[in-house]
């Protein structure tokens, strides 16, 4: 079974506009990371938050947690048509050792 | 890029047959783990091995096995091949089993089961 859950499963914006997609957990956390992957290749991690923050910047990318609903969101703004790919959340075991992706938001930006 | 080299590229068996994927992890990184990414799904977490030991496994039949090697190089086996088998098999090396670490993935391994 997914930790994650992410929210909308697919979604189509034009260049330049805001993106923004929603993980949820299940279980407690220490930490939360998304990452992304082009078109059926390696995941490339984007930001890990840890569970006493809040929100968290790099770049063009806003990633809020909120640890009460177990939720996250992944805000990508001003977005170009390289920002195109699969992102997904993912959690670790309280182990460390397993790391457990949701089932990933394809996201496609149209020039 | 990630400095995760993984071969082959792609590959092509039928039922019931055994494959070997095979992985190099990123310089001083001493933990691998691999995942089965099914089309259209989030991968799935197969095992992790951190200092040549198995060190966690996900919900897989024994019949996926791995190896990690004093180089930290790693290999999943896969044997009795079944068609649910075919994904995109991908290794991830990192730092140490903390789980505070970035996983840094390499590009995969599309195996196909006819």
């Known amino acids: 079974s997914q930790q994650g859950e992410e929210d909308p499963q697919a979604l189509s914006i034009q260049e330049g506009e805001n993106a923004t997609m929603n993980c949820s957990y299940k279980?407690?956390?220490?930490?939360l990371q998304w990452y992304r992957q082009n078109s059926g290749r390696g995941l490339v991690h984007l930001i890990l938050i840890r569970s006493n923050e809040r929100e968290k910047h790099s770049g063009r990318l806003r990633v809020t947690l909120d640890t009460s609903k177990k939720s996250s969101s992944l805000l990508i703004t001003a977005s170009r048509a390289a920002d195109t790919a699969s992102y997904f959340c993912?959690?670790?075991?309280?182990?460390?050792?397993?790391?457990?992706f949701g089932g990933g938001t394809r996201l496609m930006v149209k020039p | 890029e990630t400095g995760v080299t993984q071969s082959p590229t792609h590959l092509i068996k039928t039922r019931g047959q055994q494959v070997t994927l095979r992985c190099s992890s990123q310089?001083?990184?001493?933990?691998v783990s691999w995942y089965q990414q099914a089309l259209g799904q989030g991968p799935q977490f197969i095992f992790q091995y951190y200092r040549e030991e198995e060190n966690g496994r996900g919900n897989f039949p024994p019949r996926f096995s791995g190896l990690q090697f004093p180089n930290y190089s790693s290999e999943l086996n896969v044997n009795a091949l079944e068609l649910d088998d075919s994904a995109l098999y991908l290794c991830?090396?990192?730092?140490?089993?903390?789980?505070?670490?970035?996983?840094?993935f390499g590009p995969g391994t599309r195996l196909t089961v006819l």
């Open positions: 279980t407690s956390i220490n930490n």
């Open positions: 310089s001083g990184h001493n933990t």
């Open positions: 991830a090396s990192s730092y140490s089993t903390s789980g505070e670490d970035t996983q840094y």
């Open positions: 993912a959690t670790y075991n309280n182990a460390g050792n397993m790391l457990t």
